[in-house]
């Protein structure tokens, strides 16, 4: 595959809002041409080298699939409103849980549908256990049982390396607002420190 990066700045083609800056400096790092899983293993070591060698006190890879938000849309049968859905959830941590159940409520996704999903908001126990929390709540839905595997196979490789797997969290409210995303998901948060992520980016094949 075809590897890349680069350090520069960058301006925001959308509406700035609080706390988001219109021109900032990013690094980017992108592997074009490739399905296999070992790309998303060395995107989470760089980012623990990175920020590792930056000496922050600690932060936490938060990693989720977008196949499995998919399988929730399927499943509550709201597939059309994928968006909608994925956009709401991605606010969580902004609104706060009833924020996000009033924007979709506002979206038009039915109440037994919220229903349905909402204690998705609260998973709790270790990445293996969440993950087969999520395998029973997706058992009906193929796209999300994919998604499912993918991440207990990235998990699988980053035992094989030895990656300390305290610095990674599988999180389902994980959603990123941009729609493009097909797989493995991603954000970086810094502990002991009240801002947004301070790194993201996911999977798109399309």
């Known amino acids: 595959p075809f590897k890349r990066y680069q350090i520069q700045a960058v301006w925001r083609a959308d509406r700035p809002?609080?706390?988001?800056?219109?021109?900032?400096?990013?690094?980017?790092?992108?592997?074009?041409?490739s399905d296999s899983l070992l790309c998303e293993?060395?995107?989470?070591?760089?980012?623990?080298?990175?920020?590792?060698?930056?000496?922050l006190p600690g932060f936490t890879i938060k990693i989720n699939n977008r196949k499995l938000l998919t399988g929730i849309a399927e499943l509550i049968g709201e597939s059309e409103k994928l968006v909608d859905i994925v956009v709401?959830?991605?606010?969580?941590?902004?609104?706060?849980?009833?924020?996000?159940l009033?924007?979709?409520?506002?979206?038009?996704?039915?109440?037994?549908?919220?229903a349905t999903i909402q204690p998705l908001f609260d998973l709790k126990g270790s990445n293996t256990e969440k993950l087969n929390k999520m395998a029973d709540f997706l058992s009906e839905s193929k796209i999300g049982l994919k998604g499912i595997e993918e991440l207990r196979n990235i998990?699988?490789?980053?035992?094989?390396?030895?990656?300390?797997?305290?610095?990674?969290?599988f999180d389902i409210t994980l959603a990123r607002g941009l729609?493009?995303?097909?797989?493995?998901?991603?954000?970086?948060?810094a502990h002991d420190i009240k801002m947004g992520s301070i790194c993201g980016g996911g999977r798109y094949d399309d």
């Open 102 to 114: 009033t924007e979709l409520e506002n979206k038009g996704i039915s109440k037994k549908a919220i």
């Open 179 to 189: 729609n493009y995303y097909t797989g493995a998901i991603f954000e970086v948060i």
């Open 17 to 33: 809002q609080h706390g988001r800056y219109q021109e900032f400096f990013q690094c980017d790092a992108d592997i074009v041409g």
């Open 88 to 100: 709401a959830i991605d606010k969580l941590d902004k609104i706060g849980e009833d924020g996000v």
């Open 155 to 169: 998990f699988e490789l980053l035992n094989k390396v030895g990656f300390n797997m305290q610095k990674i969290a």
């Open 41 to 55: 293993l060395e995107l989470i070591q760089i980012f623990d080298a990175v920020l590792s060698r930056f000496n």
